[in-house]
């Protein structure tokens, strides 16, 4: 048998390809890195290396930290951490379980999806994902200062392709990196931008927390951030789906028996004489997937494409209504705080309080800084702690107030900020135990928060705020304002409920309900749905709740005409 050259040099390369398959295994991201991008990683991941060192042995840490800390990373986390990724996952940690964290980590681990390989292939293009947590202002200052105007009218979709296809040129251009980016491509974010991000996705901002600190935290965050997202998505487009399903069924309830047997003649359905209601819908919904044309679910579908883009965007139009209102319902609010809350407003936030200032200056500085992310922990986090989480944090610092029997929760209060402020002030082991402790405390406690309190705390706790309560004021009116100024002071104008994925979520089943109902023909329930939607883009906002309320009754409007 003879062979050309060129097929002996085809069997060669075949036969290398081979061996270097079986010896080296699959070729990873890092591979590619330049060494200044494996250092980067390292620091970022908290691994320590020695220098100087060469490329190889930076390589070989990264290969040997990889699947810890991309392929199941949430070895690392906080309970806090552990408990927001299950959350965002649908799922609620199992009873008694929310404080420890090897339970929660095996929770998570059950859920995880991710593997150390499918993390290098998405490393091997970071632009195609690397964006998809910026807010639109953020694409839009990154062009604008890389010297690409946003395209008009800026829409995200095309400002995210703009960015992508120019993310290697303008590295280029800087003289930067490309596989795992530096401090370069967040420029032109502030602090607050940064802390916002891992606020959002309930990763623990870095205490204490510098730029540097943080932006590495929201690098490492950046590519679970993106699947998170469309991960949400995903189940927002399925929610859309069955969603034509429940339709379906709103507007078979709807419909009279006269009118069930007229669509079924029409389709060839032969209905048995005699039949009653429940037999005629039964009959309905199972031939309705297979028919088309003049029936329910072609009824369904044109009634849900028509109605969603006019809900939604009624909806957008309202969440942005509703964030303006929200400003001036919180510069209204500040404008009665005492001095010392407006100076605990700032102070919690790393902004210079103005100390000889009169009351005016401070206002207006909180009022500038209104949408400022506070700086994670501080004195400040126990401010709606009840007396009795006070009391166990007090006896883990062997603080003989927690035992002391009389003890006022404002004391208990002060015991609690005192002893923060030293462990903060010592750093180290001391400060790491501390805010391991507060991370699973927090989280634990704040949905149940003045849940508990007694009338006499919930006033003195007002009283802090300089709010003087009228006698005669209830229970539940003492909460509500106590709840309203402590959104204020923790979130600022933002909301509480305003991450990324909840505002897909509930932006989504806004728009669903209204399309139910209206398909129903139940205008009352529609409102009620809507004044829902209202409360969950902004507590108390009324504006928007009456556009909202129009919004949903344009979309049962449509859905009935398109019925």
């Given at each position: 048998?003879?062979?050309?050259?060129?097929?002996?040099?085809?069997?060669?390369?075949?036969?290398?390809?081979?061996?270097?398959?079986?010896?080296?295994?699959?070729?990873?991201?890092?591979?590619?890195?330049?060494?200044?991008?494996?250092?980067?990683?390292?620091?970022?991941?908290?691994?320590?290396?020695?220098?100087?060192?060469?490329?190889?042995?930076?390589?070989?840490?990264?290969?040997?930290?990889?699947?810890?800390?991309?392929?199941?990373?949430?070895?690392?986390?906080?309970?806090?951490?552990?408990?927001?990724?299950?959350?965002?996952?649908?799922?609620?940690?199992?009873?008694?379980?929310?404080?420890?964290?090897?339970?929660?980590?095996?929770?998570?681990?059950?859920?995880?999806?991710?593997?150390?390989?499918?993390?290098?292939?998405?490393?091997?293009?970071?632009?195609?994902?690397?964006?998809?947590?910026?807010?639109?202002?953020?694409?839009?200052?990154?062009?604008?200062?890389?010297?690409?105007?946003?395209?008009?009218?800026?829409?995200?979709?095309?400002?995210?392709?703009?960015?992508?296809?120019n993310y290697e040129s303008i590295a280029?251009?800087?003289?930067?990196?490309?596989?795992?980016?530096?401090?370069?491509?967040?420029?032109?974010?502030?602090?607050?931008?940064?802390?916002?991000?891992?606020?959002?996705?309930?990763?623990?901002?870095?205490?204490?927390?510098?730029?540097?600190?943080?932006?590495?935290?929201?690098?490492?965050?950046?590519?679970?951030?993106?699947?998170?997202?469309?991960?949400?998505?995903?189940?927002?487009?399925?929610?859309?789906?069955?969603?034509?399903?429940?339709?379906?069924?709103?507007?078979?309830?709807?419909?009279?028996?006269?009118?069930?047997?007229?669509?079924?003649?029409?389709?060839?359905?032969?209905?048995?004489?005699?039949?009653?209601?429940?037999?005629?819908?039964?009959?309905?919904r199972k031939h309705r997937k297979s028919?088309?044309?003049?029936?329910?679910?072609?009824?369904?579908?044109?009634?849900?494409?028509?109605?969603?883009?006019?809900?939604?965007?009624?909806?957008?139009?309202?969440?942005?209504?509703?964030?303006?209102?929200?400003?001036?319902?919180?510069?209204?609010?500040?404008?009665?705080?005492?001095?010392?809350?407006?100076?605990?407003?700032?102070?919690?936030?790393?902004?210079?309080?103005?100390?000889?200032?009169?009351?005016?200056?401070?206002?207006?500085?909180?009022?500038?800084?209104?949408?400022?992310?506070?700086?994670?922990?501080?004195?400040?986090?126990?401010?709606?702690?009840?007396?009795?989480?006070?009391?166990?944090?007090?006896?883990?610092?062997?603080?003989?107030?927690?035992?002391?029997?009389?003890?006022?929760?404002?004391?208990?209060?002060?015991?609690?900020?005192?002893?923060?402020?030293?462990a903060s002030k010592a750093g180290g082991?001391?400060?790491?135990?501390?805010?391991?402790?507060?991370?699973?405390?927090?989280?634990?406690?704040?949905?149940?928060?003045?849940?508990?309190?007694?009338?006499?705390?919930?006033?003195?706790?007002?009283?802090?705020?300089?709010?003087?309560?009228?006698?005669?004021?209830?229970?539940?009116?003492?909460?509500?304002?106590?709840?309203?100024?402590?959104?204020?002071?923790?979130?600022?104008?933002?909301?509480?409920?305003?991450?990324?994925?909840?505002?897909?979520?509930?932006?989504?089943?806004?728009?669903?309900?209204?399309?139910?109902?209206?398909?129903?023909?139940?205008?009352?329930?529609?409102?009620?749905?809507?004044?829902?939607?209202?409360?969950?883009?902004?507590?108390?906002?009324?504006?928007?709740?009456?556009?909202?309320?129009?919004?949903?009754?344009?979309?049962?409007?449509?859905?009935?005409?398109?019925?």
């Open positions: 048998m003879k062979f050309s050259l060129s097929s002996v040099l085809i069997l060669a390369l075949a036969a290398d390809s081979a061996i270097a398959s079986t010896w080296f295994g699959k070729a990873v991201a890092y591979n590619k890195w330049h060494e200044t991008e494996l250092e980067r990683w390292l620091s970022d991941h908290n691994v320590p290396y020695p220098t100087p060192s060469d490329r190889k042995d930076l390589e070989n840490l990264v290969k040997s930290n990889w699947q810890t800390k991309v392929g199941s990373p949430y070895s690392d986390w906080e309970p806090s951490q552990l408990q927001s990724y299950l959350k965002q996952k649908g799922y609620e940690a199992k009873k008694g379980t929310e404080s420890s964290k090897d339970s929660l980590v095996s929770q998570v681990k059950g859920y995880w999806a991710e593997t150390a390989d499918s993390a290098s292939d998405s490393y091997s293009s970071v632009k195609d994902w690397i964006f998809d947590g910026w807010t639109d202002s953020q694409l839009k200052a990154f062009l604008d200062k890389n010297g690409f105007p946003s395209p008009q009218p800026r829409k995200r979709d095309t400002m995210l392709t703009v960015a992508r296809e280029q251009k800087l003289g930067e990196t490309v596989h795992y980016p530096g401090d370069w491509l967040y420029e032109t974010w502030s602090e607050s931008d940064l802390k916002e991000f891992l606020d959002e996705r309930g990763v623990p901002v870095p205490q204490p927390s510098t730029r540097d600190k943080l932006i590495a935290s929201v690098r490492r965050n950046s590519r679970l951030a993106s699947l998170n997202m469309k991960n949400t998505a995903a189940s927002a487009s399925a929610s859309a789906n069955a969603a034509k399903e429940s339709l379906s069924d709103a507007v078979l309830d709807a419909w009279s028996d006269s009118t069930i047997k007229e669509w079924a003649d029409k389709n060839g359905i032969k209905v048995p004489q005699g039949s009653k209601r429940n037999e005629l819908l039964a009959l309905a028919l088309t044309g003049d029936n329910v679910a072609s009824s369904a579908s044109s009634a849900f494409g028509a109605a969603t883009t006019s809900a939604g965007n009624q909806y957008a139009q309202a969440t942005d209504d509703a964030s303006l209102v929200a400003d001036d319902a919180f510069n209204s609010a500040v404008g009665t705080w005492s001095d010392s809350r407006l100076k605990a407003f700032l102070d919690s936030r790393g902004v210079p309080v103005p100390q000889a200032g009169k009351k005016d200056e401070l206002i207006k500085q909180v009022r500038l800084n209104k949408h400022k992310a506070a700086s994670g922990f501080s004195a400040w986090t126990f401010d709606t702690w009840t007396t009795e989480n006070l009391q166990k944090w007090l006896s883990t610092q062997n603080n003989k107030a927690a035992s002391k029997a009389g003890t006022s929760r404002d004391d208990l209060l002060k015991q609690a900020q005192g002893n923060y402020a030293s082991s001391s400060y790491a135990s501390v805010t391991s402790y507060l991370s699973s405390a927090t989280d634990a406690a704040k949905d149940t928060t003045f849940d508990t309190w007694s009338d006499s705390d919930l006033k003195s706790y007002l009283d802090s705020y300089g709010i003087s309560t009228y006698q005669g004021s209830t229970t539940n009116e003492l909460k509500a304002m106590a709840r309203r100024n402590a959104n204020y002071f923790r979130y600022g104008a933002s909301t509480p409920q305003g991450t990324v994925f909840s505002r897909l979520q509930n932006g989504a089943q806004w728009i669903l309900n209204q399309l139910k109902f209206g398909a129903s023909g139940g205008r009352q329930e529609a409102s009620y749905q809507a004044q829902k939607g209202a409360d969950a883009v902004k507590e108390g906002v009324t504006a928007a709740t009456n556009r909202v309320g129009e919004a949903a009754q344009q979309a049962s409007d449509k859905v009935k005409e398109e019925l």
